[in-house]
């Protein structure tokens, strides 16, 4: 079955310096991934994907995130944080084929400091 | 283009009660899926309608069921509440697949 890790509940950053959002995962064959994020009392919105092909993958408000098939990895990362980028941040995957459902991480909660 | 709506925004049951959630799709997407999110944890899988079929389902009982109506909008319906039903729900449009997911704000249940 797959799954998601998130290692990190809470990541603290100073505005202006990079980022990373930490996310491995397991999964029969290749993955699909994706990177949501969540804003107090709203829903989850796309941040980007990794489907095939460069493994780095830009995504929407500057994030992107680097797909490491070794490692089982895919990072969300931006080179430079807003305090408006605070929100909880969350990982999914499921298999390139086969019907299975999207599965998601726990959730890291992303911390920009002015 | 609108996108994923649902209804209500907050809702309170008690125990043993029916609930009946509804969700409209983004335009064009044929795809919907429900998730439940529960205080603290990422959205867990319910089911998949896939033109007006269920096209996959999570590890709920079957009590949780639900429809896609002709134009893809569609309705989560819960009987028997109990209190670890207390969620917040979402639903999520897609193109396919595939496709990335489109979220809507979801419904804060609450079951008493």
């Known amino acids: 079955a797959q799954s998601v890790a998130q290692p990190e509940d809470q990541v603290n950053v100073a505005e202006g310096n990079p980022l990373t959002v930490k996310c491995t995962y397991s999964?029969?064959?290749?993955?699909?991934l994706f990177w949501y994020v969540q804003y107090p009392n709203r829903g989850l919105q796309f941040l980007l994907k990794?489907?095939?092909?460069?493994?780095l993958v830009k995504g929407s408000y500057g994030f992107e995130a680097e797909f490491n098939k070794s490692q089982t990895s895919f990072h969300l990362k931006k080179p430079s944080a807003l305090v408006s980028d605070s929100a909880l941040y969350f990982c999914?995957?499921?298999?390139?084929?086969?019907?299975?459902?999207?599965?998601f991480g726990k959730g890291t909660r992303l911390s920009v400091i002015a | 283009e609108t996108g994923v709506t649902q209804s209500p925004t907050h809702l309170i049951k008690t125990r043993g009660q029916q609930v009946t959630l509804r969700c409209s799709s983004q335009s064009g997407h044929n795809t919907v899926s429900w998730y439940q999110q529960a205080l603290g944890q990422g959205p867990q899988f319910i089911f998949q309608y896939y033109r007006e079929e269920e096209n996959g389902r999570g590890n709920f009982p079957p009590r949780f069921s639900g429809l896609q109506f002709p134009n893809y909008s569609s309705e989560l319906n819960v009987n028997a509440l109990e209190l670890d039903d207390s969620a917040l729900y979402l639903c999520a449009s897609s193109l396919g697949r595939e496709h990335e997911q489109y979220f809507g704000p979801g419904t804060r249940l609450t079951v008493t």
């Open positions: 999914a995957v499921r298999p390139y084929s086969g019907n299975t459902p999207l599965v």
């Open positions: 999964v029969s064959g290749n993955p699909y």
């Open positions: 990794y489907i095939t092909g460069d493994n």
